[in-house]
Every structure is written in structure tokens, then in C-alpha cells.
């Protein structure tokens, strides 16, 4: 190999290994099963490394359907992440979802107490079969942006995508709990926040629930190829509008 193509190469290799990360956390609206659209329904994680430059960023989507703030830290997934997290990475999250289940039964096992206080209570996990401490919605979310933090990554909130359904010919919102607790959760932390929420449910209601009903194939949570690319698309629009946010340079 002649000693330029030889230099290109290197300095290649060594842009790639330099690259940040974006690190993708959520529930299976952020990516569904394998993250191959499973019976038809997608998540918006799955399009993310279609709309940013990868020869400068790398993209992972660890987000995994079912998985609620706590979950994704009780099953170790979030330390996993912590063990390559450094500083210069994003962590996009988004849960709520699946927050507001039982806490204790012997299905999932999943919930998390409503709110963003301190709360917290002791449980015996059926799941896991071990006694655990189950705090708020909030306290999961907070150790998401201080643990990025603590990388020196940044840390950006999006609150949940909405459901497919309408009341009196508007989109359901979550402007009075996991929309609103994202948001508080973020501003308190000094992470960016994406109103994710309120960005796709504003382009539900342009388009009317006849329409908006073919982005949901299987149910009213999980959307289809089509509805989790709009969904995507309003991820890009809302970091696009984050001021001072670094991960936008990197967006195609």
C-alpha cells in the first residue's frame, strides 16, 4: 500500500474509533422486537441512524420492548451502557409506557410509583425473586441524566410517543403525567427535552383519526413502518429546535 492511501486509511480508522455515540434508550415504541418491524410494528429508534451522518457518529438503539425506566436499569441494560458511555456521547431516552403497572405482580413486575417526588417503597419482586425498593417514575429518570452526566455525556429527555387514540377529535396527551414528569425531570437536571408528545400528537390531529388509524396495524400503541418514520422525524425536528445542543450538527 503506497504511504498516502496508507495515511488516508489510518486517519479513517482513527475518525471512526473517535467518533461519539448516540446511545438510543426506551420501550418498544423506540424499538420493537428486533428492531425489524415485527408484525408490521416499528419504533422510532430504528430510523435514527438513517437521519444522522454515521461517518461521524455512530448510532446504537438499545431500547427493548417492555421495559419501563425501571426495568431497563434493574435488568443491568443501562449499566452495560455506562461501561462504553464517555464523554462527548448522547443518550436519547424515552419511557412512560409501561411505568404505570403493577409494581409487584407476577407478570412483569414493571411499574414504577406515578410522579417525580422521592417516594419510594420496598417490595418483594415475584419476577427478579428478590426484595427490591421501587421509587418514582422521577427518580428513574434523574439517574439517567446524572449517571450521562457524570460521563460527560449529554443527556436529552423526549417524553412518550402518544397512543392512537382520540377524544372529541383530538389526540390524547400526556400533558398531565409521563409528557408532563419527562419535562419537569429534564428542566430540573439541566438536560435537553424533546416534546416529543406534543409534536407527533400535533401532526395526529392535522391528519385526522381516519388516517392516523393505518399507522396502528395491531393495536393503539405500536405504530407501523410508516407512523414510527413520522415519529422519527419529529425526534429529528425536536433536537433540530434543542439550542446549544451538539447533536444536531451531526444530523444529515
Avoid at 419482586?125 to 427518580?139: F, Q, S
Avoid at 438536560?191 to 393495536?219: E, M, R, T
Amino acid at each position: 500500500m503506497a504511504i498516502g492511501a496508507f495515511i488516508l486509511v489510518s486517519s479513517f480508522v482513527l475518525m471512526q474509533a473517535n467518533r461519539p455515540t448516540l446511545y438510543i434508550i426506551g420501550d418498544s415504541t423506540v424499538k420493537n422486537g428486533s428492531g425489524k418491524g415485527e408484525g408490521q410494528m416499528w419504533g422510532w429508534g430504528s430510523f435514527m441512524a438513517d437521519r444522522f451522518d454515521t461517518t461521524r457518529i455512530a448510532v446504537q438503539n438499545h431500547a427493548i420492548g417492555g421495559r419501563s425506566s425501571r426495568t431497563f436499569i434493574t435488568e443491568g441494560r443501562w449499566n452495560r451502557i455506562l461501561e462504553t458511555l464517555k464523554p462527548g456521547d448522547f443518550v436519547i431516552m424515552q419511557f412512560g409506557h409501561n411505568d404505570s403497572g403493577p409494581l409487584d405482580d407476577t407478570a412483569r413486575a414493571r411499574g414504577t410509583i406515578r410522579g417525580i417526588g422521592t417516594d419510594s417503597i420496598a417490595i418483594y419482586n415475584p419476577i427478579r425473586k428478590v426484595n427490591e425498593v421501587v421509587h418514582t417514575y422521577g427518580w428513574y429518570m434523574r439517574k439517567y441524566i446524572d449517571d450521562a452526566k457524570a460521563k460527560g455525556a449529554t443527556a436529552i429527555v423526549c417524553s412518550p410517543v402518544p397512543r392512537n387514540i382520540f377524544k372529541n377529535g383530538k389526540t390524547e396527551r400526556a400533558n398531565n403525567s409521563y409528557g408532563k414528569w419527562a419535562e419537569d425531570v429534564a428542566k430540573a437536571g439541566n438536560a435537553f427535552f424533546i416534546p416529543l408528545n406534543d409534536l407527533i400528537a400535533d401532526q395526529y390531529d392535522a391528519l385526522g383519526a381516519d388516517s392516523v388509524k393505518h399507522f396502528f396495524p395491531g393495536d393503539h400503541t405500536h405504530p407501523n413502518k410508516n407512523g414510527s418514520s413520522l415519529n422519527a422525524d419529529m425526534v429529528v425536528k425536536g433536537i433540530k429546535a434543542l439550542n446549544k445542543c451538539k447533536l444536531k450538527k451531526y444530523l444529515k
